[in-house]
């Protein structure tokens, strides 16, 4: 009996050895919320090097974050109506934002956190939505590239729900990737493949809340270490861009602010887990 729990300890130290030494190792937590994926933390150089983007996302900066963990998918309708039963995530030209599977939106900052809350309270883990730092080091996944998957457009569609050719049909005045993605409006979390870290729809789909307070400034103020901008300002951060945007929205540096009690049909949001 000794040896058998023996045994047993050895391979949970292992277990906890190997998720600490290797970014984007996957688990299932076993909540209510379902895979995390576990990232190494370290360094890398936050913001637009391109030369692509907005003022906001300069200048560039080096940024080290700590070891997290993330939702492997965005939240989804299913797992957000658990919370509130009636939340509608709604409709855009008489398609369907609602199913079970695709991202839940039509949500604000404030029903994000409380939603955070309520996770962490139901399975007694903490939840909370990623810095920004975070969330960009875990959308690069290791690039430095415009996009986690290089530098070309064109390859979008095989890892992101973005406003591709079909939707520039419909819907001439929207800039479009030149790619077709298979879906008008939001798809299912995982349709698409996932980055180098294993996290799926960290660019398009919908756009990701996070933490930080918006200032289109806040780059020339935060610390180097575990940066999380809670300064003055109206607005929080919004990433990653969403299936009605294109090229230069559908970015791993673009930034841009939301009112903390404002949704729409393209905002939703993903967690981490705290250890």
């Known amino acids: 009996m000794f040896l058998r729990v023996l045994v047993v300890n050895v391979f949970m130290v292992l277990m906890f050895v190997l998720l600490a030494a290797h970014p984007g190792v996957v688990f299932a937590e076993g909540s209510a919320d379902g895979d995390f994926v576990a990232v190494k933390g370290g360094c890398f150089q936050m913001g637009d090097a391109s030369g ?45 934002l609602n199913e079970a599977k695709q991202p839940v939106v039509n949500v604000s900052w404030e029903d994000a956190k409380e939603y955070a809350k309520w996770l962490s309270a139901k399975t007694g883990h903490t939840y909370r939505l990623p810095t920004e730092a975070e969330w960009e080091y875990a959308a690069r996944a290791g690039s430095k590239t415009p996009y986690s998957w290089g530098d070309s457009a064109a390859e979008a569609c095989k890892y992101a729900n973005v406003a591709d050719a079909t939707a520039h049909k419909r819907f001439p005045t929207w800039k ?74 559908v970015r791993v540096s673009h930034r841009a602010g939301v009112s903390p009690t404002f949704g729409h049909r393209s905002l939703g949001f993903r967690l981490v887990m705290v250890h």
């Open 52 to 96: 692509d983007g907005d003022p906001n996302e300069r200048p560039v900066h080096e940024v080290c974050v700590s070891d997290f963990s993330i939702g492997k998918y965005e939240v989804t309708n299913e797992q957000y109506k658990r919370f509130r039963p009636k939340h509608d995530s709604g409709k855009f030209e008489d398609l369907s």
């Open 176 to 249: 479009s990737f030149d790619c077709d993605d298979g879906y008008l409006v939001s798809a299912p979390v995982g349709s698409f493949k996932p980055n180098a870290f294993g996290i799926y729809d960290m660019l398009g789909n919908a756009w990701e809340l996070v933490e930080d307070v918006y200032n289109a400034e806040a780059y020339t103020k935060l610390p180097k270490d575990n940066p999380l901008f809670q300064g003055a300002g109206e607005y929080r951060v919004e990433r990653g861009g969403g299936w009605s945007n294109g090229p230069l929205g």
